[in-house]
């Protein structure tokens, strides 16, 4: 299951009412996970693909939050989750959650990490939240119905020159991938204001959606790394386009305020 670019249509789903529950889960996820990590002077994490993909208990813990809770509320939807097997779908609803997106910047104090959880029929995306609680800020979207940061609506940029353009991406945690990416970022730098790197994908594309960037581009990513993000990003008026290369994974993504979208992906030569 993949969410793709669609246009407003209508939908037998209570689209906000999606959206609270997503905004919900997401605040509830981050928040727990927030109070427990200032408990911990020396948290400790595993490593999953590489060295640097890092996981801790409060991934997996609140994961199992969100989806112990969808079971109650939302019986017969499926899940897809970083942490956990997909469950799929009998009526056509997948929730897709990234219990805690950034989760280097989570074990190393850092803030820009949070809890993203979005909610797709077949291959559309209808309602999403990010939460992000170092920073208390909390984006949301359903579709049709526009994005807002904490209740207030945002909007992209209008950004129209490439050169003006602050630009946002992130790197694998496969350095076999990093050195073309590096190559890409350094080929980019003398186009744009300037670079800059979050550590996670669903924050960054909010910020294109707040207009505290212009732009966002990055590769090997995953569906639950960018679903929320990506619906929240287009109801505030971003171009958003992504390729899965294999399924829900190595997924490369583009997203900017229209104006410089075209030129920016040539650049980036991506999606």
């Not at 171009?239 to 583009?254: L, N």
Request: aromatic letters at 6%; charged letters at 20%.
């Amino acid at each position: 299951m993949r969410p793709t670019e669609s246009g407003h249509t209508e939908h037998s789903e209570d689209v906000n009412g999606l959206r609270l529950l997503c905004t919900d889960l997401a605040m509830t996820a981050a928040n727990q996970s927030a109070l427990l990590r200032s408990e911990q002077k020396h948290l400790t994490a595993d490593v999953k693909s590489s060295q640097s993909d890092l996981v801790t208990k409060f991934d997996q813990a609140a994961e199992e939050y969100i989806r112990g809770r969808l079971a109650v509320e939302r019986p017969g939807d499926g899940v897809i989750g970083e942490e956990g097997d997909d469950v799929p779908p009998l009526n056509g609803l997948t929730w897709i959650v990234d219990p805690i997106d950034g989760t280097t910047n989570f074990v190393f104090g850092l803030p820009a990490w949070g809890c993203s959880v979005a909610v797709a029929r077949d291959s559309e995306l209808l309602a999403g939240a990010v939460h992000i609680p170092a920073l208390n800020e909390t984006f949301s979207a359903a579709i049709g119905h526009g994005a807002t940061r904490n209740g207030s609506s945002i909007h992209a940029t209008n950004r129209s020159s490439l050169d003006n353009a602050l630009v946002a991406t992130g790197f694998s945690y496969d350095a076999r991938h990093r050195a073309d990416q590096g190559a890409t970022a350094a080929q980019l730098l003398p186009l744009v204001r300037d670079i800059r790197r979050s550590g996670s994908a669903a924050y960054d594309l909010c910020c294109v959606a707040a207009g505290t960037v212009d732009a966002y581009y990055e590769q090997h990513l995953s569906i639950w790394d960018i679903a929320a993000g990506v619906l929240i990003a287009r109801e505030a008026g971003a171009r958003v386009e992504f390729s899965p290369i294999r399924g829900q994974t190595e997924i490369s993504i583009v997203a900017s305020t229209p104006a410089i979208f075209e030129l920016l992906r040539s650049v980036v030569a991506l999606p």
